[in-house]
C-alpha cells in the first residue's frame, strides 16, 4: 500500500503542472513581479499576441533583445510581452529600473524563482530564449539565443 501511494503521489506532483501545459501553447506560467505581485499567465490580456521572453538580467545579450524591442515599442504594443528569469525579485526590479520596463502596460517581468515550470516546459540552456504567440495562444514561432532574426519576429508580430 505505501508503494501504491508514494507512486500515486510522484504521479500528481510531477503530472500537476504538466496537465495544463499543452505543447503548442502559452505555459501555464507564474512570477513575482518586482512589485511583489504575483502575475500569472492567465492575467495576460486576451486576444492579443503573446511574447514569452525568457531571460536573464545580468546577460548582455538579454540587454540587448530587450533594447531592440523597446526601439520597435510601436509594433511590440499589440502584443503582451511577458519578460520572465529565474533570478531574484531584486535583480528583476534593478532591470525594470535600468529599461524604465514599468512606464509599459504591456510589458510584465517576473520571476519564476525555482519553479522553473518555463525554463523547463521549452528546455531552455541559454539567454535569452523568445516565443511567439497568436491571440489564440497557439504557438507561431520560437527563437533560442544563438538564433534569434529580430527582423523575423518583427515580421512575424506584423501579421498577426
Request: charged share 20%; proline share 4%.
Amino acid at each position: 500500500m505505501f508503494v501504491f501511494n508514494s507512486i500515486f503521489a510522484c504521479v500528481i506532483f510531477f503530472s500537476g503542472s504538466a496537465v495544463y501545459a499543452q505543447s503548442g501553447k502559452v505555459p501555464p506560467f507564474r512570477m513575482m513581479q518586482s512589485n511583489n505581485k504575483l502575475f500569472v499567465a492567465a492575467n495576460l490580456p486576451m486576444g492579443k499576441p503573446i511574447i514569452i521572453f525568457y531571460f536573464s538580467p545580468e546577460c548582455d545579450d538579454c540587454q540587448k533583445e530587450t533594447e531592440k524591442i523597446l526601439s520597435h515599442i510601436e509594433d511590440f504594443k499589440k502584443a503582451s510581452v511577458a519578460m520572465i528569469t529565474y533570478l531574484s525579485v531584486e535583480s528583476v526590479s534593478q532591470f525594470v529600473a535600468r529599461n524604465k520596463l514599468d512606464k509599459y502596460s504591456n510589458i510584465f517581468v517576473g520571476t519564476e524563482g525555482n519553479y522553473l515550470l518555463v525554463k523547463n516546459y521549452y528546455n531552455i540552456e541559454q539567454f535569452p530564449f523568445i516565443a511567439l504567440y497568436n491571440k489564440n495562444g497557439d504557438l507561431i514561432k520560437k527563437y533560442s539565443s544563438t538564433e534569434i532574426n529580430f527582423n523575423d519576429l518583427l515580421v512575424r508580430l506584423k501579421k498577426l
